[in-house]
């Protein structure tokens, strides 16, 4: 098993900059992809980008071009920069790490990210 912990979320005004760290409690060297999701009230649990072990991301249309998905293995640890938020990018952020040996899914407590307008 792995455990993963979201730091780095926090108040913001539209425009700014916010990195969230995802740390996990071991090494993620057999962590087969590594991924930030968020939840706004109301809504349901969306991905936001994802990062694969060696290195392929992939990111919501949303996001593209304004979020940077990255991951150092050496650290155990995930990151997750954010410009240019927007108000709609409120929400709760949570961490998602897939084992690739035990095929175990694991998920962080999430860390609230508000965008003031």
């Known amino acids: 098993q792995v455990q993963v912990a979201e730091s780095g979320g926090g108040l913001v005004q539209a425009g700014g900059s916010l990195r969230l760290t995802c740390a996990a409690s071991?090494?993620?060297?057999?962590?087969?992809?590594m991924g930030w999701y968020r939840q706004a009230p109301g809504k349901q649990r969306e991905l936001v980008a994802r990062?694969?072990?060696?290195?392929?991301?992939n990111y919501a249309d949303s996001v593209k071009g304004r979020f940077t998905i990255s991951r150092d293995d050496a650290k155990n640890t995930m990151y997750l920069q954010m410009n240019s938020l927007k108000p709609e990018d409120t929400a709760v952020y949570y961490c998602?790490?897939?084992?690739?040996?035990?095929?175990?899914?694991?998920w962080g407590q999430g860390t609230q990210v508000t965008v003031s307008s």
């Open positions: 071991r090494s993620i060297f057999t962590i087969r992809s």
């Open positions: 990062i694969i072990s060696g290195g392929s991301t």
């Open positions: 998602n790490a897939v084992d690739g040996s035990t095929w175990g899914i694991y």
